[in-house]
């Protein structure tokens, strides 16, 4: 489970230092190979791992909800599945509304 926690911390970051990277290369050098290969190579295994590790966590929680809470497990259940809910539900609004207060 802390596997999962430093892959979910590290690959994030891993897509924001490719913000940095140019994905087109120098403009004024034809002859060299454009950095996109290695951009969206590098954004594809950092999106895959990210799904890895979040499968991994969320695969943990259930089972340790299953351990812990023998007798109450399905409400327990019920929680987990509500706050993912909410979270997706409100992920989206919230998000916009930071980027439009206070921009990229």
């Known amino acids: 489970m802390v596997f999962s926690y430093i892959l979910l911390i590290i690959f994030p970051i891993v897509m924001g230092i490719l ?3 140019d994905p087109h290369g ?3 050098d034809f002859d060299s190979t454009p950095n996109w290969k290695i951009f969206f190579g590098i954004s594809y ?3 895959f791992m ?3 590790a979040d499968s991994m966590m969320i695969t943990c929680n259930y089972s340790l909800i299953a351990q812990t809470f ?3 497990k399905m409400i327990y259940f019920g929680y987990v599945e509500a706050a993912s809910a909410i979270g997706l ?3 989206a609004p919230l998000g916009s509304l930071i980027y439009s207060t206070l921009g990229y």
Do not use: N, P, T, V
């Open 70 to 72: 023998k007798e109450e």
């Open 45 to 47: 295994f950092s999106r």
């Open 26 to 28: 120098k403009k004024d």
């Open 50 to 52: 990210q799904g890895a």
């Open 89 to 91: 539900i409100l992920g």
């Open 19 to 21: 913000d940095f990277c």
